[in-house]
Nanobody, 119 residues
Framework: QVQLVESGGGLVQPGGSLRLSCAAS????????MNWYRQAPGKQRELVAG???????NYADSVKGRFTISRENAKNTVYLQMNSLKPEDTAVYYC?????????????WGQGTQVTVSS
């Protein structure tokens, strides 16, 4: 039911910033926990940041203080503001929508957007 489309990736220099967006369709967006994951070649997928339906956030230690996740429910969109980017942030970033409600589970993924941090 839910489709997710990421955008905003690209090539930036170390120390630069990007804002990723994830637009959702086909669901009541506000009830989902929204997450950003990333995966570099040959590595495991890593949870970068999450935000619950109630607005609580969590971050991987590696991005705390640099990244900010937010959501705008009226636009069915979640954002990841990435500042002070480092080469080790290079990865494909995926948007995820998750909910567990009354015994039913929703778990949806976007196709990903490439972020490359290089001078």
């Amino acid at each position: 039911q839910v489709q997710l489309v990421e955008s905003g990736g690209g090539l930036v220099q170390p120390g630069g910033s990007l804002r990723l967006s994830c637009a959702a369709s086909g669901s009541i967006f506000s009830i989902y926990t929204m997450n950003w994951y990333r995966q570099a070649p040959g590595k495991q997928r890593e949870l970068v940041a999450g935000i619950t339906s109630g607005g609580r956030t969590n971050y991987a230690d590696s991005v705390k203080g640099r990244f900010t996740i937010s959501r705008e429910n009226a636009k069915n969109t979640v954002y990841l503001q990435m500042n002070s980017l480092k080469p080790e942030d290079t990865a494909v970033y995926y948007c995820n929508a998750y909910r567990s409600l009354w015994g039913t589970v929703g778990d949806y993924w976007g196709q990903g957007t490439q972020v490359t941090v290089s001078s």
